[in-house]
């Protein structure tokens, strides 16, 4: 059986169409004439992703690639204490503002090797790669393993679905044209009707934002496994990092410190998440989509070289990595080619912008949502149902 925590092809798809609304389908019964074109178009879509998956198995692309891993962590932990070791020794100082941005960035790494183990990229067994990730996620980034599992796993599920997918919700900005309909008056109304142009400054709060949803959710979900032990890492790791500032450098500084880690946390963090679906369709409610169109219709690749994969954590590769959760990082890139000529051929949207491309179009989309466009990017299986 497939591992709650991978998302696999979905065998309730739809019948005549790759992705339909509830409210436009007939209420009569289907009958015998129309229900074997159904099921041989449901078998269709369900063979294109098996042809691909076949493929990909055989190349041994979903091979663990433990020793990459291995290698990778072990740097990772070194670099975190170098940091601390040049913390101590340059005191007094206000380049330690500089290391600041260097922990920050040291800490996303972490954040994006949990995601890593949490996905059961690294190691053969469950136990092994939770494990891992709860130390990678909850010792060194400060950030939830339990919490962010039941979150990601419902995003990998259902990308930009209203109501199922919990990355288009939020308190702060508007995603969909619905969610700012409810946000048109007073301070907020204003806010929302210019929100894209406050994308960037509220990334400066996500590292923070993070931080409280994780301990926020502990609290509260009484029977996430493992949630008292999570609890008290969080708390540990936290606490000593602000204690370490303040015993190492005068008050000043070390106010300036974690405000500047934090900052640069969240906008690292923040940065590589928000080009991979924000301003991609999003689906109705209601509607069914077969699993490969599912995750490729809704994800944006992010082009560029070793650097974007090193500060992206490999997520700009989002296509990829929605269609194979499994696949280690470094194999992303040798599947990407295999990805994209599957896509051509059976004709399914596959994009793939620049950083800077996708960043205009995000802030782009969330203005026109705010200006309150009922419609402001379309699915396009949506738009060839209501045509």
């Known amino acids: 059986m497939p591992s709650k925590h991978t998302a696999t092809p979905d065998r309730e798809l739809p019948m005549t169409a790759h992705l339909l609304d509830e409210s436009a389908r007939p209420t009569a019964a289907p009958d015998s004439t129309t229900r074997a074109p159904r ?14 998956s076949e493929r990909v198995r055989e190349a041994g692309l979903l091979n663990r690639r433990r020793g990459w891993y291995v290698v990778s962590i072990a740097l990772t932990i070194a670099a975190f204490a170098g940091v601390w070791v040049a913390v101590a020794a340059l005191g007094d100082s206000w380049w330690q503002l500089g290391l600041a941005a260097v922990l920050a960035l040291v800490c996303t790494q972490f954040g994006f090797l949990g995601h890593d183990t949490a996905h059961r990229q690294v190691f053969g067994s469950h136990g ?50 619905d969610d700012a309909a409810e946000r048109t008056t007073g301070l907020r109304g204003w806010f929302t009707r210019h929100q894209g142009w406050a994308f960037f400054p509220l990334l400066c709060f996500e590292g923070a934002a993070l931080h409280v949803q994780s301990f926020a959710t502990l609290l509260q979900v009484k029977t996430m496994p493992h949630r008292k032990l999570e609890m008290a890492v969080i708390a540990v790791r936290l606490v000593a990092f602000v204690v ?81 959760p499994s696949m280690p990082r470094p194999n992303l890139k040798k599947v990407q080619p295999m990805v994209r000529e599957h896509c051509a051929r059976h004709g399914i949207g596959y994009t793939e912008t620049s950083l800077a491309g996708s960043y205009a179009i995000v802030v782009s989309y969330l203005n026109r949502v705010g200006l309150g466009e009922r419609d402001p990017f379309t699915c396009p299986l949506v738009q060839t149902i209501r045509n």
Not at 40 to 52: C, F, G, H, P, T
Not at 133 to 144: D, H, Q
Not at 293 to 322: A, K
Request: glycine letters at 10%.
């Open 39 to 52: 099921r041989r178009e449901r078998d269709r879509q369900v063979s294109v992703y098996a042809e691909l």
């Open 244 to 324: 370490a500032v303040f015993l190492l450098m005068p008050p000043l500084i070390a106010v300036g410190f974690i405000v500047v880690q934090q900052a640069v946390f969240g906008v690292l963090l923040g940065g590589s998440f928000a080009p991979n679906h924000k301003g991609m369709p999003i689906v109705p409610k209601n509607a069914r989509v077969d699993f490969l169109r599912r995750q490729v219709l809704m994800s944006r690749n992010i082009r560029g070289g070793r650097v974007t994969d090193f500060m992206m954590g490999g997520l700009n590769y989002q296509i990829e990595h929605h269609l194979f």
């Open 128 to 177: 092994a790669n939770a494990w891992w990730a709860r130390v990678l996620s909850c010792g060194f980034a400060g950030l939830s393993y339990g919490w962010w599992m039941g979150k990601h796993n419902k995003h990998h599920n259902a990308p930009n679905q209203q109501g199922k997918d919990p990355d288009i919700e939020s308190a702060v900005l508007a995603f969909t044209p």
